[in-house]
């Protein structure tokens, strides 16, 4: 048995990183975003300001200085034009609404035209709305013919849709109201994905909190857990740690087991055994890999997250939550990705979810944002696993080991929004918090198995 152990601006162009960063870290000091349909309406600033700002030769407009703007209903909007070292063939005409006091060009209800400059080609390619607080998430036209144009859904660099034709020309929506845009596409644009509402989190918060109150209780230690009984055990042997020498600890297994019997205790009153939770759940493998679980134990982190998840489902659900269809998560709503290299970006096939590995964790960002509007009030178990071997042989390493998929680290991932609505995802691993950007970049080109398990406001491992 094995246990375990530049952010680029919106649009392309370029805004100060720094200024947005700190923007973006104090957002929960301003006001909620309001429901997207109550977004104040800037039409008649837009109508105003076609013919200066949006007809006029780029020269002219890039000459102008920014100006600000008052809505009807009171909120400001400065009007300015941005550039782009990556892409000097284009250049941005932003309308900022203004939050904090200043105008970041991605808070609630900004509004963004792309315009080309090349030397014979001086027409408008783009228009970005940013529905939510969030330089993420955003709706994006572009023309499709002289009285359609195309709608895309991003979120967090996934398409959720592209290219949906809707019967509205491009220039139209240069001064159309922004709601009639949206009402456009009818039913298929997932308005639910920039109306979050906060207090649907409110026990994952509270679960959230207590967990950072109780890490410091915690120790490292290879191949740790506690069991039933509270004591300090290994995995694999079941013996008890020494803890006369040193305190008794967890790995990162051993840390899931503590986190779900901390979100069961206060239920049933008792913590799980150890040793169930490594046995194999579902199928996984098949027959031409068995002679190599005992060698490598390739499932075992696979098999740990999808016991935890079953027995949580079913003391807090049903036992009918016991099931590998209802704890595994596997659908992903989207099937592209922007990919970005530098100072370039290309959209790529995103793959979604493969038996017996999970998800690519390049998309694993806008699919925890997902499962945070589809699913409050749960948090996910992940196994990261990847093919480990040899890579330059064929099918067995020099050593005679062939390679597998291994699923050798196990973590918890809690995506949710905070009271002032601002998407976050914290990770739990190890007996630490740790930063999901760096979770992200630990692991390039992995895969992460995710399955579910439910959280109510109590927490007491």
């Given at each position: 048995m094995?246990s375990m152990?530049?952010?680029?601006p919106?649009f392309?162009?370029l805004l100060?990183?720094?200024?947005?960063v700190?923007?973006?870290g104090?957002?929960?000091?301003?006001?909620?975003?309001?429901?997207t349909?109550?977004i104040?309406?800037d039409?008649?600033?837009?109508?105003?300001?076609?013919?200066?700002w949006?007809?006029?030769?780029?020269?002219?407009v890039?000459?102008?200085p920014?100006?600000?703007?008052?809505?009807?209903?009171?909120?400001?909007?400065?009007?300015?034009?941005?550039?782009s070292?990556?892409?000097?063939h284009?250049?941005?005409v932003v309308?900022?609404?203004?939050?904090?006091?200043?105008f970041?060009?991605?808070?609630?209800?900004s509004?963004?035209?792309?315009?080309?400059h090349?030397?014979?080609?001086?027409?408008n390619?783009?228009?970005?709305?940013?529905?939510?607080s969030?330089?993420?998430?955003?709706v994006?036209?572009?023309?499709?013919?002289g009285?359609?144009?195309?709608?895309?859904v991003?979120?967090?660099d996934a398409?959720?849709?592209?290219?949906?034709p809707?019967?509205?020309?491009?220039?139209?929506?240069?001064?159309l109201p922004?709601?009639?845009a949206?009402?456009?596409a009818?039913?298929?644009?997932?308005?639910r994905?920039?109306?979050p509402?906060?207090g649907?989190?409110r026990?994952v918060?509270?679960?959230?909190?207590?967990?950072r109150s109780?890490?410091?209780e915690l120790t490292?230690?290879?191949?740790?857990a506690i069991?039933?009984?509270g004591?300090?055990?290994?995995?694999?042997?079941g013996?008890?740690q020494?803890?006369?020498?040193?305190?008794?600890g967890v790995?990162?297994s051993?840390?899931?087991?503590?986190?779900v019997?901390?979100i069961?205790?206060?239920v049933?009153g008792?913590?799980l055994?150890?040793?169930?939770?490594?046995?194999?759940?579902?199928?996984?493998?098949?027959a031409s890999?068995?002679?190599w679980e005992a060698?490598?134990?390739?499932?075992?982190?696979?098999?740990?997250?999808?016991?935890l998840a079953?027995?949580?489902?079913t003391?807090l659900?049903?036992p009918?939550?016991?099931n590998?269809e209802?704890?595994e998560v596997?659908n992903?709503?989207?099937?592209q990705?922007i990919h970005?290299?530098g100072?370039?970006?290309?959209?790529?096939?995103?793959?979604?979810f493969?038996?017996?590995?999970?998800?690519c964790?390049?998309?694993?960002h806008?699919?925890l944002?997902?499962?945070?509007i589809?699913?409050p009030?749960?948090?996910?178990?992940?196994a990261?696993?990847?093919e480990?071997?040899?890579?330059?042989?064929?099918?067995?390493d020099?050593?005679?080991?062939?390679?597998l998929?291994?699923f050798?680290h196990?973590?918890?991932?809690?995506?949710?929004?905070t009271?002032d609505?601002?998407?976050?995802v914290?990770?739990?691993?190890?007996?630490?918090?740790?930063?999901?950007?760096?979770f992200?970049?630990?692991y390039?080109d992995?895969?992460?198995?995710?399955?579910?398990?439910?959280?109510e406001?109590?927490f007491?491992?």
């Amino acid at each position: 048995m094995l246990s375990m152990g530049k952010i680029f601006p919106p649009f392309g162009l370029l805004l100060p990183l720094l200024f947005l960063v700190s923007i973006a870290g104090t957002g929960q000091l301003w006001a909620r975003d309001v429901p997207t349909r109550q977004i104040e309406d800037d039409s008649s600033l837009r109508r105003s300001l076609e013919p200066a700002w949006f007809r006029e030769t780029p020269a002219s407009v890039l000459a102008r200085p920014p100006e600000i703007h008052t809505l009807r209903g009171g909120g400001r909007v400065q009007v300015r034009t941005e550039t782009s070292a990556q892409n000097p063939h284009e250049f941005a005409v932003v309308l900022a609404r203004e939050r904090g006091g200043a105008f970041p060009g991605w808070a609630q209800g900004s509004w963004v035209l792309t315009r080309r400059h090349d030397e014979n080609h001086h027409q408008n390619s783009r228009i970005r709305i940013f529905l939510r607080s969030d330089f993420n998430t955003y709706v994006q036209f572009r023309p499709l013919s002289g009285e359609r144009s195309q709608m895309d859904v991003v979120l967090y660099d996934a398409y959720i849709l592209r290219s949906l034709p809707v019967p509205i020309s491009f220039e139209s929506l240069l001064v159309l109201p922004v709601e009639n845009a949206l009402t456009a596409a009818g039913s298929r644009f997932p308005r639910r994905y920039f109306d979050p509402e906060p207090g649907r989190y409110r026990d994952v918060r509270a679960f959230v909190a207590s967990v950072r109150s109780k890490l410091p209780e915690l120790t490292f230690v290879d191949d740790g857990a506690i069991d039933e009984n509270g004591r300090f055990v290994f995995i694999e042997s079941g013996l008890p740690q020494d803890v006369s020498a040193r305190p008794g600890g967890v790995n990162c297994s051993g840390f899931t087991k503590w986190i779900v019997d901390g979100i069961l205790r206060p239920v049933t009153g008792q913590r799980l055994p150890v040793r169930p939770l490594a046995e194999p759940f579902g199928d996984r493998g098949g027959a031409s890999i068995e002679h190599w679980e005992a060698l490598r134990d390739p499932f075992f982190g696979l098999d740990w997250i999808r016991n935890l998840a079953a027995r949580a489902g079913t003391v807090l659900r049903s036992p009918s939550f016991a099931n590998l269809e209802e704890i595994e998560v596997r659908n992903a709503p989207f099937s592209q990705l922007i990919h970005r290299q530098g100072g370039s970006r290309s959209v790529r096939p995103y793959r979604g979810f493969l038996h017996n590995a999970g998800f690519c964790i390049e998309g694993i960002h806008p699919l925890l944002y997902t499962l945070a509007i589809d699913e409050p009030g749960w948090i996910f178990l992940a196994a990261v696993n990847d093919e480990l071997g040899n890579p330059d042989a064929p099918y067995y390493d020099l050593r005679g080991l062939p390679r597998l998929r291994q699923f050798y680290h196990v973590a918890v991932l809690v995506p949710f929004f905070t009271e002032d609505g601002v998407f976050q995802v914290v990770v739990f691993e190890s007996g630490a918090e740790t930063s999901f950007a760096r979770f992200r970049t630990r692991y390039p080109d992995h895969f992460v198995s995710l399955v579910r398990v439910p959280v109510e406001g109590r927490f007491s491992p």
